[in-house]
């Protein structure tokens, strides 16, 4: 069954420091999608992704957070200069046309811890 | 406000019993989709159920199953016969736009 993968399944990394989160969605998937989850705490809306562009993002993806699809199979997440409150999981998903009835299909996640 | 409710922040349900976990949304699109995930130790989210707005029948899929109540816009997630496998983080969710809103989760604890 065709899943969604990601890399790395953990990350640390030093404040200020750029990481980059990756992605690999289901294949014939157009839709493509980051949320995080601070330890503990609800799973929350990042940015959604279609078509090369941005289509949706929370306020939490402020400037230092860019999304980029580089080739035909990679999304990636990166943060420019990591803060402590950025220490979170971070899921990547992945849907077929979208459309009210079309799940996402979430990876396994990127644990990302600052230190 | 809160788009999704989830009343029970922790359950404990003895092995083999049926469990229901609550849930509330609120929305004003008439059309709109509900999920529950399962999220274990290990931290992934697990896809359960999904329940259309429009669907005439409760969603079931093996031992779980949807109470969609539209008129008070409740979306229970109701497990049988659950297993000590069913130990988890339960979250439930609705489709807004592009993007999916989460509750903050039920943490179902079964009891052997």
């Known amino acids: 069954e065709p899943e969604v993968t990601q890399t790395p399944s953990h990350q640390v990394t030093q404040m200020g420091q750029e990481v980059i989160l990756r992605c690999v969605p289901i294949?014939?998937?157009?839709?493509f999608y980051w949320y995080r989850q601070i330890l503990g705490q609800k799973v929350e809306f990042l940015v959604s992704f279609y078509n090369n562009e941005i289509s949706e993002k929370s306020e939490i993806f402020d400037d230092q957070f860019s999304v980029e699809r580089p080739d035909g199979s990679n999304f990636t997440l990166k943060i420019r200069s990591t803060k402590l409150e950025d220490s979170a999981m971070y899921f990547c998903?992945?849907?077929?046309?979208?459309?009210?009835?079309?799940?996402?299909?979430f990876g396994p996640g990127t644990r990302l811890t600052v230190l | 406000a809160q788009k999704i409710t989830q009343t029970q922040p922790g359950m404990f349900v003895q092995e083999k019993e049926a469990v229901t976990l609550d849930c509330t949304y609120d929305?004003?699109?008439?059309?709109?989709?509900l999920f529950w995930y399962k999220q274990p130790s290990s931290g992934e989210m697990i896809f359960l159920i999904y329940?259309?707005?429009?669907?005439?029948q409760n969603a079931t899929e093996g031992r779980y199953s949807l109470n969609f109540q539209k008129a008070r816009k409740s979306a229970n997630l109701v497990i049988s016969a659950s297993q000590l496998g069913d130990s988890a983080m339960y979250f439930c969710a609705m489709r807004e736009g592009d993007k999916i809103i989460f509750g903050k989760g039920t943490r179902l604890h079964i009891l052997p």
């Open positions: 329940q259309g707005s429009y669907d005439q």
């Open positions: 929305t004003s699109d008439p059309s709109y989709g």
């Open positions: 998903a992945s849907s077929a046309p979208s459309g009210i009835y079309n799940e996402q299909f």
């Open positions: 294949s014939n998937h157009l839709y």
